[in-house]
């Protein structure tokens, strides 16, 4: 059960308007992450999306065979995690992932 401090605290999205949150804040699919994959921004809806990690030595070639596809599990301030073929999360730098 809930205090009144913490049933205070919770409210609706303040991007999607349906889930909740912390009141004010975005919901957890809603939520920003200042961190961008070919020029957009990565938000929690953008979890279990499907994304290419292109190497450096690849200058960029989305088809070099070091390139490997995964699945965007999480972010932070800094990396954006990618699913590769185990169920853990690997950290990717933004420059370094396509979409897709």
């Known amino acids: 059960m809930l205090t009144n401090k913490e ?21 957890q699919y809603c939520k920003p992450s200042g961190l961008f994959i070919q020029g957009r921004e990565v938000r929690g809806e953008d979890i279990d999306s499907p994304v290419t990690y292109i190497p450096n030595h690849a200058n960029g070639d989305a088809s070099h065979p070091d390139a490997e596809r995964g699945h965007i599990s999480s972010f932070n301030d ?17 420059e370094n992932l396509v979409w897709g």
């Open 78 to 94: 800094t990396y954006i995690f990618v699913r590769f073929r185990s169920p853990n999360g690997q950290a990717c730098r933004p």
């Open 7 to 27: 049933s205070m605290l919770v409210g609706l999205c303040s991007e999607c308007k349906t889930l909740l949150a912390v009141e004010g804040e975005h919901c």
